[in-house]
């Protein structure tokens, strides 16, 4: 008998370390223990920023005060990557290890009697299960994915070579970011959308902005287009888009995540989008927790190890309600990045990157702006900001919820000079 089973070895794995050194006895079970960390480490957000932190590299070189030509070994950086990639595996395993967590190779299952291993064929008991499997890439219908010439994000991270041409579907975070990584490196870019724009949940500013930066590394954008059938024919991809044929190198389908709701073969656990939970994280089955992209409340490795440390800290017997609208959200494009948090308020006030002395010092940040909201008592309530390294500055504000600051609070910060976040600094003194 275990007092706590997590079921996934992506970031859910912090709230095992944390129960297991807290005094529990834990018990994580995933398929596969040479993918602890989960999609973020080995098919997600590390090998994808490591590629475009380079790639953003080769735009700065395109502002014209380089001679010489340079190009992206992308072999050779692949290989970097997988080195990173199984350090930090080794790592997450001896975190578990030390924090005396047992580890259990197979695919666990949460049933009426607890938790089925399907290779070993018995059931495990525990007083808490949390659930932490994760999502898998959205194919639609009419779309033959054949994982070679029809590609998801995982693939298309592992190419050794650059293709020529690549026609991405799906304008959301993975969309976006691979747009701007192939773009970068040379590659014929061809991004489809189905609606006149990106995005409906960005600000129409920052939409704007980010269509027309896309425009300015060559990405060639393509709004109202909707795949109906795409298949692989001699190394080509043909495509039925609004009903006309289209021909491309690589499509990559980018059209979102679904949560992964297999594991639950009991009625008691309830199943919509994604695995039901409350604003806790506990699902319709007594002591049994849903976190990260399997409950498809947010998708984002950060959310997914916050709600896990959350759910800990519950069964340690420390209650406190995890805000999501207070966890950050960001897109990593090119040369700029998005970052969102929060909400938008009653007052608003934003201040273009242009304006400050050091516009114009990286490839393309005359495009940037910072705008920040707040409530009738001058509360911040969230921000939007469009600038080099947004993600990273988006955590100010992070501080400043979970703070619960104000205006006149924040402005008394000395924000350094000359740095992009001095525009936080001058957006904040525009509000009246």
Known sequence: ???????????????????????????????????????????????????????????????????????????????????????????????????????????????????????????????YIIIADGSKPRIPEGIEYDGKRIITSKEALELKNAPKEITIYGSGAIGLEMASF??????????????????????????????????????????????????????????????????????????????????????????????VTDEYFQTTMPNVYAVGDCNGKLMLAHAARAQALNVANQILGKKEKLILENIPKFIYTL????????????KEAEFPINYLGIAGSLYGDELGIVKIYADEENFITGADILAPNAEELIGIFSSALAAEVDIDTLKKAVFPHPTYSEAIDRALRRFR
């Not at 080794?90 to 290779?119: S, W």
């Not at 189905?194 to 060639?220: A, D, M, W, Y």
């Not at 040369?335 to 009653?346: D, F, H, Q, R």
């Open 335 to 346: 040369p700029l990045s998005y970052a969102n948090i929060g909400t938008k308020g009653v």
């Open 1 to 127: 008998m275990y007092d706590v089973i997590v079921i996934g070895g992506g970031l859910g794995y912090a709230a095992a370390i944390v129960l297991s050194k807290a005094g529990k006895k834990v018990a994580l079970i995933e398929r596969n223990l040479e993918h602890l960390g989960g999609t973020c480490l080995h098919n997600g957000c590390i090998p994808s920023k490591n590629l475009l932190h380079r790639a953003k590299t080769l735009l700065e070189l395109k502002e014209g005060f380089f001679d010489g030509e340079v190009s992206l070994n992308l072999k050779k950086l692949q290989n970097h990557i997988s080195k990173i990639i199984t350090s930090h595996t080794k790592a997450v395993k001896n975190q578990l290890l030390m924090a005396k967590v047992e580890l259990i190779e197979d695919e666990g299952y949460v049933t009426d009697d607890g938790v089925l291993l399907k290779n070993q064929n018995k059931t495990l008991q525990a007083k």
């Open 182 to 275: 192939f773009s970068a490196i040379g590659t014929k870019v061809n991004l489809l959308y189905r609606h006149s724009n990106i995005s409906k949940k960005f600000p129409q500013i920052i939409t704007e902005k980010l269509e027309e930066q896309l425009k300015n590394i060559g990405v060639n954008l393509m709004p109202n287009s909707e795949i109906k059938e795409a298949i692989t024919e001699h190394s080509k991809v043909i495509c039925n888009i609004n009903g006309k044929e289209f021909s491309t190198d690589y499509l990559l389908v980018a059209a979102g995540r679904v949560p992964k709701t297999d594991i639950v073969q009991t009625d008691k656990i309830k199943i919509q989008k994604g695995i």
